[in-house]
Each structure stands twice: as structure tokens, then as C-alpha cells.
């Protein structure tokens, strides 16, 4: 009965993408104590972080792409050159990230992302630990969450 009275469309549509973002960016202000404190904090939106490592010419060798949101580090990305791993440069690029957000954005956490292939024992060994296991995603591979305390 309620295919009936309404139209689904699948397309992509950025427009109403942000209509939903801000209606359930609403809903969730209203339901919670803690998300409605940040309102009109710096903690209240995602501010970019990253770090770049660069050889004498400029080059990237390697770097950070992440976001620091709530008291939050998010890594999204951390990517050495495959000549210079085990170096300790993706060590000290993630180290630097996490200073900085702790230090000038009072971030308390951090959290990222890994598949079992990447990096999870490298992650592990700089203190984080895995709070998320998802098996099979995508299938025959293992997705990991991981997550330190940065004070």
C-alpha cells in the first residue's frame, strides 16, 4: 500500500542530498543532549586535517587527509611511499596529525579506518585498538575500526 503513494526515484541528487543531511542533522540536535551542547562550538563542524611529508624536490611521499570533529582526529587516509616504509615516516606523519589535534583542537580521540590487508598491525603499534571488526566488506576482506586516546 505505501509504494503506492509516493514516487521513488534513484537518481543522484546533491540538492536534496543536503535536504537530507540538514533534516537529519535536525532530528539528531533534537534527540541528543550531547549534539545539541556543540551547537555554535568550534566542535560543531568537521575542520580538515592534513600532513604532508615531501622530498627535498616537493614531491609527496607521503601524508594525513582527515577531519577533526566533537574532540574527535578522523583519519581518513595515511599513505607512504612503498620505498620508504618501515622507515618510521608514516610513524611520525600520523604522530604530527595527532599532536596537532590535540594541541590545537583539543581532540581527545582518534578514530580510522583499515582493511585487513593495509595497516592494521602498523595501527595497532602506534596504540590504537580495534573496537570494530566487519568481515566480508567487501567480501574476502576483513574492515577494521580502530580507535586511540590522544590525552
Known amino acids: 500500500m505505501v509504494s503506492r503513494m509516493f514516487r ?3 537518481e543522484v541528487d546533491k540538492e536534496r542530498s543536503q ?3 540538514s533534516r537529519l542533522r535536525d532530528a539528531n540536535m ?3 543532549p550531547v549534539l545539541r551542547s556543540l551547537r555554535g562550538t568550534p566542535g560543531e563542524r568537521e575542520v580538515p586535517l ?3 611529508a615531501l622530498d627535498p624536490a616537493g614531491g609527496v611521499v607521503g601524508g594525513l587527509v582527515g577531519h577533526t570533529w566533537a574532540g574527535w582526529l578522523h583519519v581518513t587516509y595515511l599513505w607512504v611511499d612503498e620505498r620508504l616504509r ?3 615516516l608514516g610513524s611520525h606523519v600520523l604522530s604530527h596529525a595527532e599532536h596537532l589535534a590535540r594541541t590545537s583542537r583539543g581532540c581527545r580521540n582518534s578514530r580510522l579506518e583499515t582493511w585487513d590487508f593495509q595497516a592494521p598491525a602498523f595501527y595497532r603499534k602506534q596504540g590504537y585498538e580495534v573496537v570494530c571488526e566487519i568481515p566480508d566488506y567487501p567480501p574476502g576482506i576483513t574492515e577494521y575500526t580502530l580507535t586511540k586516546r590522544l590525552a
Do not use: D, M
Request: glycine letters at 20%; proline letters at 0%; charged letters at 15%.
Open 30 to 32: 533534537a534527540a541528543s
Open 50 to 52: 592534513q600532513v604532508w
Open 86 to 88: 618501515g622507515g618510521g
Open 19 to 21: 535536504f537530507l543531511r
Open 8 to 10: 521513488i526515484e534513484t
